[in-house]
């Protein structure tokens, strides 16, 4: 039997130790909630990297980058690509052993070089054309700019409730039809929430506030994977669930994070 895998990354969660320790929050209820559905829990799990395209082509790649990001690409060459492609090793495995690969995310970040599985939503037509067709010039232009901003990726808003449902139900409806396929699938759900913060210098102030809205942002990503993972499971009993996140939460901006004394003090 090949079951059904769905992989779900819920952006910038962190592990229930840094909640604790950093956030003072108590995921205990949610642990729980996965346990009661038979999940394994590895609570002390770290990421290996610091940002979503390095991690999430770390995993799907099953190797670490090593050298590769010191050689000034911060956004590693064709990661985009690599993550949604069958050039992927994880990606090529579940390929050949028939089945269909989909992925359903809340932006179109990892879509910008296009889609080179069966399915993505929500799909980014415009992608890197964009840069090659349209000049710098025309962008400044007021009425193009907003056109242009209309049709390129964005970034869902945390605030913003009503993209936020329509994910949700995107998702949703998903399971409803990969349920009743014939063909086995890999569908791998990214959601922007709980965040990080901004990844560039911040001050004490902004790191602050985002510490303070954080709490909601960490209910809202729990309240979505246990509605997620109970909706697979009320429709696909036999479903394999993963759930990882693709890195930590925040303190991009305080500290430079690749110097060696702060990697020595990650324990």
């Not at 320790?21 to 610091?50: G, M, Q, V």
């Not at 028939?98 to 929500?122: A, K, R, T």
């Not at 965040?195 to 102030?205: D, L, W, Y």
């Not at 991009?252 to 003090?265: A, D, F, W």
């Amino acid at each position: 039997k090949k079951p059904n895998v769905y992989y779900i990354v819920p952006d910038g969660y962190p592990n229930a130790e840094a909640l604790k320790a950093i956030f003072n929050l108590d995921a205990t209820d949610f642990y729980e909630h996965l346990k009661l559905s038979r999940f394994t829990i590895y609570p002390s799990t770290f990421s290996n990297y610091t940002y979503t395209l390095a991690s999430i082509s770390s995993v799907l790649g099953m190797d670490h980058h090593y050298y590769r990001g010191s050689i000034g690409n911060f956004e590693f060459l064709n990661a985009r690509k690599f993550i949604v492609s069958e050039q992927s090793p994880v990606v090529k495995i579940f390929r050949n052993n028939g089945y269909q690969v989909h992925y359903v995310h809340e932006d179109q970040f990892l879509f910008l070089s296009g889609c080179f599985v069966d399915s993505c939503w929500p799909m980014a037509f415009w992608g890197e054309l964009n840069d090659i067709l349209v000049p710098p010039s025309l962008k400044s232009i007021p009425l193009l700019a907003r056109v242009n901003e209309a049709i390129t990726a964005r970034r869902v808003s945390k605030d913003d409730e009503q993209s936020r449902s329509e994910f949700m139900q995107r998702v949703l409806e998903h399971i409803d039809l990969m349920s009743e396929q014939y063909m086995p699938h890999f569908t791998y759900i990214h959601a922007i929430n709980p965040s990080h913060s901004f990844p560039s210098e911040q001050t004490s102030e902004q790191l602050a506030s985002f510490r303070k809205d954080y709490f909601k942002q960490i209910q809202i990503a729990n309240d979505e994977m246990l509605s997620m993972v109970s909706h697979i499971l009320t429709r696909d009993p036999s479903a394999l669930i993963i759930v990882n996140a693709d890195h930590g939460a925040w303190g991009y901006g305080n500290t430079h994070y690749s110097k060696k004394e702060i990697l020595e003090s990650v324990s």
